[in-house]
């Protein structure tokens, strides 16, 4: 079922990435972030219902679509309490596929950029946050590198803009702690 998710998925031009395991996938999505996902409930290693349980307990995944595959009809009264979770019941057809497709499209617009400012000089802050607006890019900031990784934790930022000499640590070292702990993105 997974090739042909995977296949169907990149014919419409979306990049797909199987796990075949519950605690294999929900591992990848906290690697990858993806922009939704297409959830078996009967997935050895953990279940889909205990990903997604495990997924509510991660902040920056909690919310990301959800669509599950079942073949047990007493699934869909379980989806029915989550506003980010559409149910599909197995067998599918190619209907109902390109119509998941189709929704996943429209319901993915363009993410707002994010960039992580780490910086203790509240004017310097607001010069960046300046010139981030005005190219239509949020800004969050953190004034110690302890903070930043908080926030980092938050939400993954497009771009990290850090002093290099921060109050608790220096700029080098947390862009090594970074990329050796949490999903690297551009400084």
């Known amino acids: 079922m997974g090739k ?3 296949k169907q998925a990149q014919e419409k031009g979306f990049e797909a990435i199987i796990a075949t395991r519950g605690d294999e996938g929900f591992e990848k999505i ?3 972030i993806p922009d939704a996902i297409i959830l078996d409930i009967g997935l050895p290693g953990m279940n889909g219902w205990e990903v997604m349980q495990k997924m509510k307990e991660v902040p920056k995944i909690k919310d990301i679509p ?9 699934d869909k009264k ?4 989550s506003p980010s979770v559409e149910f599909l019941e ?15 499209g429209s319901a993915s617009p363009e993410k707002k950029q ?5 910086e203790d000089s509240d004017i ?21 590198g302890e903070q930043a990784f908080e926030k980092i934790a938050e939400t993954v930022p497009d771009i990290i803009v850090t002093d290099l000499s921060l109050p608790d640590m220096n700029g080098n070292e947390l862009i090594k702690k ?3 702990e949490s999903r690297s993105c551009p400084y």
């Open 30 to 32: 906290k690697e990858i």
């Open 4 to 6: 042909i998710l995977k």
């Open 114 to 118: 994010v960039a992580l400012i780490i």
């Open 178 to 180: 970074n990329k050796t």
């Open 90 to 104: 197995k067998p599918l057809k190619t209907e109902q596929l390109n119509a998941l497709f189709e929704k996943m």
């Open 66 to 74: 959800v669509h599950i595959i079942s073949g047990n009809h007493e």
């Open 124 to 144: 310097q802050s607001m010069v960046l946050k300046r010139a981030f607006a005005n190219r239509g890019i949020e800004c969050v900031f953190a004034q110690t």
């Open 78 to 81: 379980l989806v029915s309490e």
